[in-house]
């Protein structure tokens, strides 16, 4: 069975956080003139898209190791996101995130000849779990007069920039018309001369970065790119060599047969050993992602009247 978009994790990741440490989400002290401003605990939740890059469809021309412009655009997929992050400090913070979605390539929706003869496709579920360290290059501050007309004080900005990067762990199951493609063993796996069967777990390193605007002291919303790193290339059941496909189908039937070489046959580039996929380059992904960033708990400043009594 295909996996399934574990969305039960999202809430585990933005309600356990809360209920442990919400009512401890006070201003940290000694970090300077605005630690007024500096709460510890935030938590993200973001809609957006994932796009694959890998062996399957991609641009016309040659393929682009890791690069956005080998991406099909008909195949962003949706994609949810939820965090809780730790800030240690104004300037670095370590989020904890999960991310379910999709990714999907089809060779059908390239031109180039190779590949669009090759005639694959595949569809996986994505759940990511990641750990993250940001940098903010700038952090959103309110200053000393809350952008208050006539108020005076230190101005402050509404924009926060950060860079971010870690390791994560994916869950996938590549599938094609709703079949899992892994137990086929599509380029012979476990036959004689053949690799293992591939595993639906892998690490992943995420980099990316995040652009935020204020909107109020408890609520930002912003922009995050981030390209994930894998390292497995058989997020899309591709990697190898082709194997003798009737030595496919004695050991694994018909229909992993089928899966193995989906081409007509009328040219040579699917014999045994022929280049099915690129071993050399690991399957990536990245989403773009609009988050909304809450942080809760917080008290209203209210202006404070001193009363001075006169003395003659």
């Known amino acids: 069975m295909p996996n399934r978009l574990n969305y039960k994790y999202l809430y585990i990741i933005l ?44 641009s016309d021309g040659a ?7 080998d991406a099909e655009i008909s195949q962003f997929k949706f994609a949810f996101t939820g965090a809780w992050r730790y800030n ?21 929706l390239t031109n180039e000849v190779t590949r669009n003869y090759r005639n694959l496709a595949f569809r996986t579920n994505i759940n990511e779990l990641m ?19 006539g108020v005076t004080g230190r101005t402050g900005t509404s924009l926060s920039l950060s860079l971010h990067t870690g390791i994560g762990f994916l869950k996938f199951n590549p599938t094609y018309n709703g079949v899992d493609l892994q137990p086929l063993n599509t380029e012979g796996q476990g036959l004689d001369g053949a690799e293992s069967p591939y ?44 194997y003798d496909k009737e030595l496919i189908r004695t050991a694994y039937g018909d229909l992993a047969a089928e899966m193995s070489d989906r081409t007509d046959g009328s040219r040579p580039w699917t014999e045994p050993g022929a280049p099915r996929g690129n071993p050399d380059n690991k399957d990536s992904y990245f989403s773009l ?17 001193r009363r001075y009594k006169a003395k003659f």
């Not at 989400?25 to 957006?48: A, L, R």
């Open 15 to 58: 309600l356990f956080p809360a209920i442990v440490f919400g009512h401890k989400n006070k201003p940290k002290t000694g970090f300077g003139k605005t630690n007024s401003n500096f709460y510890k605990h935030e938590f993200d939740v973001g809609i957006g898209v994932l796009n694959y890059l890998g062996e399957l469809g991609g």
């Open 131 to 149: 750990v993250l360290g940001e940098f903010f290059i700038t952090r959103a501050d309110y200053g000393h007069s809350f952008h208050r007309t």
């Open 63 to 69: 393929p682009k190791n890791f690069s956005v412009g």
């Open 199 to 242: 595993k639906l777990n892998t690490l992943i390193l995420p980099i990316g970065f995040n652009i935020g605007y204020e909107i109020t002291k408890w609520m930002r919303i912003g922009l995050d790119v981030t390209q994930r790193y894998t390292r497995t290339d058989y997020l899309d059941d591709v990697s190898g060599n082709y």
């Open 88 to 108: 240690l400090a104004p300037k670095f913070s370590i989020r904890t995130s999960y991310t379910v979605g999709q990714v999907s390539g089809s060779d059908e």
């Open 289 to 305: 992602m609009v988050v909304a960033t809450y942080t809760p708990f917080i008290r209203s400043y209210k202006a404070t009247k």
